[in-house]
């Protein structure tokens, strides 16, 4: 089983966690988001174990295979590097650059 943690609760979140939920052998076990409220909400609402304000919480509080970065571009590059350095694999639009 692969341990997945999704970064971001934003609109394109919800699209993400039910793709996940369609691939065997993934489980997607919490949700980090800098707005507090936003995150616990998006944890219920998807009946994830757990919900953290940020991506350290995240890989602290859990052993992830991978996170998927669901955040504003402008964040993609920092929260890339953060995964990486502790060994997540990383999914990620954009992850080098805010623009072209």
């Not at 616990?40 to 940020?54: H, K, M, V």
């Not at 890339?80 to 805010?98: F, N, S, W």
């Amino acid at each position: 089983m692969l341990r997945g943690g999704i970064v971001g609760a934003g609109f394109f979140a919800r699209h993400h966690v039910e793709a996940w939920r369609r691939i065997e052998g993934v489980e997607i076990v919490g949700v980090a988001d800098v707005d507090a409220d936003r995150a616990e909400s998006f944890r219920n609402l998807w009946g994830l174990p757990r919900a953290w304000t940020s991506l350290t919480g995240l890989l602290d509080g859990e052993r992830v295979d991978f996170v998927d970065i669901v955040t504003r571009p402008d964040t993609h590059l920092r929260l890339a590097a953060l995964a990486l350095g502790r060994h997540a694999h990383v999914i990620c639009q954009k992850p080098l650059a805010p623009t072209w």
